[in-house]
């Protein structure tokens, strides 16, 4: 336990929780946000791996969907797994030199906001989960992860979960602490 029920969460807890960083890598694994990365022109003419011919000029996609759901790099590759990340892929990151994983591209023309958006996910992530307890409408059912096609990855169909009743109010306070809800 790295936090305790006594105090909330605090950024520099972050750097301890390993599994809460690898949930957040295998989400972005599994559901990039950007699942087709923009426009790119060869800057020269090449031939890959398998075969194809890219001359010089010709317009590129980069799928990084389906570059992370490959089954030779990742086993069982559309399954959720985050112990992945700590233990067969535990070197991977989000530098842009592991090509299997480029939730926010590679090169000079990557990411700029990589670093404030996975502080900003792992630390709402980790105080929500610390804070709340979450429950599906039926513990039955998996939650629907359908995606619907387009530039960017939203949800086919909405989020429907559970915070218990008193836990409301307390997430109001929670909300009003880090100042995303001003009291009238
Ligand atoms: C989970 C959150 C995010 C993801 C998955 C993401 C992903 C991406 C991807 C895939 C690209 C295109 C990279 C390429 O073409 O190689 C991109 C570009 C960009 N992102 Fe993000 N991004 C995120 C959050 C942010 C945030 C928080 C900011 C700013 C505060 C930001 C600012 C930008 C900008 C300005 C570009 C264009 C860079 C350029 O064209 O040179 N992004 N992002």
Same mark, same amino acid.
């Given at each position: 336990m790295h936090v305790g029920k006594h105090r909330l969460l605090e950024e520099t807890d972050i750097r301890n929780m390993v599994y809460l960083q690898a949930i957040v890598k295998e989400t972005l694994r599994l559901? +990039? +946000?950007? +699942?087709v990365i923009g426009l790119r022109a060869a800057i020269e003419d090449c031939t890959l791996s398998t075969g194809y011919r890219i001359p010089f000029g010709t317009q590129l996609m980069v799928n990084a969907w389906k570059i992370q759901r490959d089954e030779r790099v990742w086993p069982e590759p559309h399954d959720f797994q985050p112990e992945r990340f700590l #233990? #067969?892929?535990? %070197?991977? %990151?989000?530098? *842009?030199? #592991?090509?299997?994983?480029i939730p926010f591209g &590679? *090169? @000079? @023309? &990557?990411? +700029?906001?990589v670093s404030l958006a996975l502080k900003m996910l792992h630390f709402i992530l980790g105080s929500f989960l610390h804070s709340f307890k979450v429950a599906t409408l039926s513990e039955l059912e998996d939650v629907d992860m359908t995606e619907s096609p387009g530039l960017t990855n939203p949800k086919a169909t909405p989020l429907e979960v559970l915070i218990p009743h008193s836990v409301i109010i307390v997430m109001y306070l929670w909300l009003s602490h880090l100042s995303m809800i001003q009291p009238e």
């Open positions: 559901y +990039p +946000p950007e +699942p #233990t #067969t892929n535990k %070197d991977m %990151d989000f530098q *842009g030199q #592991t090509f299997e994983l &590679s *090169g @000079r @023309r &990557s990411c +700029p906001g």
